[in-house]
């Protein structure tokens, strides 16, 4: 049972412009929202997280939204930049908040063209 | 200590062999995670510890796969008896409550 599910599984943005990737998730105790970023034969690394009592956390170019009622979160990458070209996966845990276990989504692969 | 440590970073095993895999975690991280990656899809959870205790099992894990963290500190994956569906990225990560998980390198396991 796919309780992430992620989209698109793959996006190619020019240079300078804006990334958008969705998830949606079926288990309304999840309550911590992590997005993370991987490169290849690397592990991933957590970019931004966002708890489902705000609806938009920005942190530089990058920015979550969440909806609670729609059960759906976005990751949005602002002035992409051919360096962000990595795979990109959204995870929620439950109970413990950050140190709990991941549900991860499929991934997704940015390419951005300079 | 900058991070979350995995040794070895590849292991190429025949069929049928044993494989054991190394995490050292971030010293002050009393959790302990495996999660397992094969190409193309995101991690799925394995196990944690936290300290030395096995808190949790996924039904991945089968009889054929055994974690341990000895002293609450370095943990050890083994796998007996491999089969080519276990070629895989395994991997690491440690995390503090209210602190985000730190992922490790991952050793990547090839089966032929």
């Known amino acids: 049972q796919q309780q992430v599910k992620q989209s698109p599984q793959s996006l190619i943005v020019q240079k300078g412009g804006i990334s958008i990737i969705n998830c949606a998730y079926e288990n309304t105790a999840f309550d911590y929202f992590p997005w993370y970023q991987q490169f290849p034969g690397k592990g991933p690394a957590l970019l931004i997280a966002i708890r489902p009592d705000v609806s938009e956390k920005k942190e530089g170019r990058f920015t979550i939204s969440f909806n609670k009622s729609a059960k759906q979160f976005s990751l949005h990458i602002m002035d992409s930049q051919p360096g962000d070209s990595a795979t990109y996966f959204c995870?929620?845990?439950?109970?413990?908040?950050?140190?709990?276990?991941?549900?991860f989504g499929e991934g997704t692969q940015l390419t951005v063209n300079p | 200590d900058t991070g979350v440590s995995q040794n070895p970073r590849h292991k190429i095993t025949k069929r049928g062999q044993n494989v054991t895999f190394r995490c050292d975690p971030i010293s002050e991280h009393n959790r302990l995670y495996w999660y397992r990656q094969t190409l193309g899809q995101g991690p799925e959870f394995l196990t944690y510890f936290q300290n030395e205790a096995q808190l949790e099992k996924s039904r991945l894990l089968s009889d054929r796969f055994s974690a341990e963290r000895p002293k609450g500190s370095f943990s050890t994956l083994e796998i007996q008896r491999t089969e080519q569906g276990d070629s895989a990225m395994y991997l690491c990560?440690?995390?503090?409550?209210?602190?985000?998980?730190?992922f490790g390198s991952g050793t990547r396991l090839t089966v032929v």
């Open positions: 990560a440690s995390s503090y409550p209210t602190v985000g998980y730190t």
């Open positions: 995870a929620a845990s439950k109970g413990e908040t950050s140190g709990s276990r991941l549900t």
